[in-house]
Each structure stands twice: as C-alpha cells, then as structure tokens.
C-alpha cells in the first residue's frame, strides 16, 4: 500500500536532519575556496572560518584555551584516537558495558564496567577496581553520557570523581549528550569528549575532540601535521562551518515539551498493551529517546511494518542495522536475547509535534494488533540468556 502521507522520521540518534540555520551557513560558504592551511588570503578567510567553528564549540563548553578542541570525521575517530593512545602505552582500560561498538571493539583488552537493569554503571565495581589498578601505568574509564539506544543519561558527575580518587583519565562519548542536556567542563570536567556533526544538525563526516592540555594523545592519522599535529589531513571548514551554525542553533533549544510527549505516548503503549516493557523508563534519560519492546513481535517485523506505514525507526545503533541479534546494551543490561529481539529505538528532534506521536501510536497499535492476530498477549519469551558464571 503507498505511503500517503509525508514520512515521518523518528530516528534521530541515528543522524538529524540538517537543520535550516546549518544549510545557509553552508549556502553562504559554498563560493569560497581555499585551503586553511594556506597562507595566501583564500586559506585566511578558510581559516577564519574553521577558527570560528572552533570557539562556538569552545564557548559552549566552557573551554578556555580553543586549541584544545580537535576537529575531525566524527565520533568514531575522535573515540579511537583516545582508546588508542591508551592501548599503545600498555594502559589499563575500562569502558561501560554499554557503549558504542566504536569504543567497546576499539581496543583489544579493556575491562567492561557493569550496569544494572536501567543500563546505569556500578559505582561501586567502578571504585573497587580501579582500587586494584596497576598505578605505575595509565588508567583510563570511557562512559558515555548519554546512551543511544535507551537515552539513558550517565552519573558522570560520580564517576570523574572515582577516576580521579585513583589518578585515571576520563573519556565520555558525548554524541548524544550534545545540545540535548546542559553540557559544559564545568559540571562534568572530564580529560577527553568525543562529538559529532550530524547528531545536531549538521554534516556528516564531521567532529570534534575535545582533548584537555597536558593529557596523553597520540594522533590516529599523521601527515601534514594539521590541528596543531593532532590530526593530520586537509581541513573539513565546510563541515565545521555547518557544525558551528548548527551547534549555536541547538545548544538552546528546549527539550521539556518533547519529553512530555514522549511520556505521554509511553503511558498510552502501556495502558493499550501491558505486557509492552519500556527499557530504563525510570532512569534519568534525554527526552528524545525510548527503548522499547512489542512483545511477541520480531523487531526487523517492526521496522519494515512501520516503514510501510512510512515511519522511521531502528532497531538500535545505525551502525548494527541489518544485525540480527540482540543488542549489547539491551545484554549488558540483563535483557533476556527474546525480548531484546523485539526492542526497537525511537528516537524523535525538538520539532516532534502531537500530531505526529498521535500518528506513531496508531501505527504501533494497528502493527501490534496485525502481527499478534487477536491483539491478545502472546507466549512469554523463552529465557535464551546465557548462564553466569559462578
């Protein structure tokens, strides 16, 4: 059956749209040319342009000297470059459960940090292993701050406070964090934060590593020595003009009216569907994301369904889609592999209207009420979760 109506795009964690402040800025540069580390005037103007990028950045976290910011593609490689160096000088390494394969697989041996059932890490392991650490060498803990699968939001207030008790480093993917929660050195005044583009509005292709002074860094990708020998390879200024523009557009944006949609269509899958089980409902999360389970029904099921209902989900990290298999984060936080298996990531912007979470629950409804038959609750799940060890 055609899609009649416009689509509707509720996969945000994935990547957003460009938004309207970021494609002028772009617009407005396209005619430009040079190469910012040219010294003629075309390279100046470039530069001029990637500097202020730079201080838009420097300015919305607080950071007093911009050079400690580092542009790059993205956050896979600002997260490779901080687990890396650590790996190459023999470092402990401790990454939550929890994270984005591009920090969990970055490194060969790292040690997980265990989280409960909302996905929340154990202070307490947290403390008493770092407690046991070798402290002749490097220490590093990597959380992120925000989860994005579940949105689940990170004590990384606590945690610098553990890691810094044992004189470890802290790293904190910050993808998702950006612009969606006050963020700044001040409140979480960690050593390395990873951002990317195109989480905010911006181009693909395009981040920022925030690396404080006199920390460890080993740059990933050598050459002409750009960002002051910290990431060799002509610079993105396209990139970071769109970055700066869209990062001043959304650093003020106000979440509190999306988080009370997205309650609001939690409550109506529940009341409509008990057996349906939020993932984290009841920890501190960015009010755009919901984790969340349609019992009986296959998440791949889910997502072509609403994509024939012109409605984009996923089942979790774009960067797994097409995996059948449950999800690290959904494991780690103790979901059994059936129910993980029919979990899929909602994920809305700050422009998500009633209208549209009205038209997302119907969809989950009719999708629901289809794939079950009578709409009446199926089978419990078969507990296919692996056994612990002793």
């Known amino acids: 059956m055609p899609v009649k109506t416009a689509p509707l795009f509720f996969d945000y964690n994935a990547t957003a749209p460009l938004r309207p402040e970021a494609k002028q800025a772009l617009l407005d540069v396209l005619n430009e040319y040079g190469n910012a580390a040219s010294p003629?005037?075309?390279?100046?103007?470039?530069?001029?342009?990637?500097?202020?990028?730079?201080?838009?950045?420097?300015?919305?976290?607080?950071?007093?000297?911009?050079?400690?910011?580092?542009?790059?593609?993205?956050?896979?490689?600002?997260?490779?470059?901080?687990?890396?160096?650590?790996e190459n000088q023999g470092a402990s390494i401790l990454v939550s459960a929890v994270e984005h394969a591009c920090v969990r697989t970055a490194c060969n041996k790292t040690q997980h940090i265990p989280v409960d059932q909302n996905g929340i890490v154990d202070l307490h392991w947290l403390e008493e292993t770092l407690s046991l650490c070798d402290q002749s060498r490097p220490i590093l803990v990597s959380v992120m701050l925000v989860n994005n699968e579940t949105g689940v939001i990170q004590p990384l207030q606590e945690i610098i406070k553990i890691a810094k008790k044992y004189n470890a480093y802290v790293h904190s993917d910050a993808v998702q964090a950006l612009s969606r929660i006050p963020l700044t050195l001040d409140l979480y005044p960690a050593d390395y934060m990873t951002f990317s583009g195109h989480k905010i509005g911006g181009c693909t292709g395009f981040g920022a590593l925030y690396v404080k002074a006199k920390t460890p860094y080993t740059p990933l990708i050598l050459g002409g020595g750009q960002e002051k020998e910290k990431r060799s390879g002509t610079s993105n200024t396209f990139g970071a003009v769109a970055f700066g523009a869209a990062l001043k557009a959304a650093r003020d944006q106000n979440w509190s009216n999306l988080e009370n949609l997205r309650n609001d269509l939690e409550k109506n899958i529940l009341d409509f569907c008990p057996h349906a089980t939020i993932w984290a409902q009841k920890a501190p999360r960015v009010a755009n994301t919901l984790s969340i389970r349609m019992p009986g029904v296959p998440n791949m099921t889910q997502l072509m369904a609403f994509d024939i209902e012109?409605?984009?989900?996923?089942?979790?990290?774009?960067?797994?889609?097409?995996?059948?298999?449950?999800?690290?984060?959904?494991?780690?936080?103790?979901?059994?592999?059936?129910?993980?298996?029919?979990?899929?990531?909602?994920?809305?912007?700050?422009?998500?209207?009633?209208?549209?979470?009205?038209?997302?629950?119907?969809?989950?409804?009719?999708?629901?009420?289809?794939?079950?038959?009578?709409?009446?609750?199926?089978?419990?799940?078969?507990?296919?979760?692996?056994?612990?060890?002793?």
């Open 40 to 86: 003629h005037i075309f390279g100046r103007r470039m530069r001029q342009k990637l500097e202020e990028a730079r201080q838009v950045l420097a300015q919305t976290l607080g950071v007093t000297f911009p050079d400690e910011i580092v542009f790059n593609s993205g956050g896979t490689e600002g997260n490779n470059t901080v687990l890396k160096t650590f």
């Open 310 to 390: 012109g409605i984009a989900v996923s089942a979790g990290s774009a960067c797994s889609s097409g995996k059948i298999s449950p999800s690290p984060v959904l494991t780690a936080m103790r979901v059994i592999p059936a129910k993980a298996l029919e979990t899929i990531r909602i994920s809305m912007g700050p422009e998500t209207t009633q209208k549209e979470i009205n038209r997302f629950f119907t969809a989950w409804k009719s999708i629901y009420e289809r794939a079950t038959k009578t709409g009446a609750p199926p089978p419990p799940a078969l507990n296919l979760h692996p056994k612990k060890r002793a």
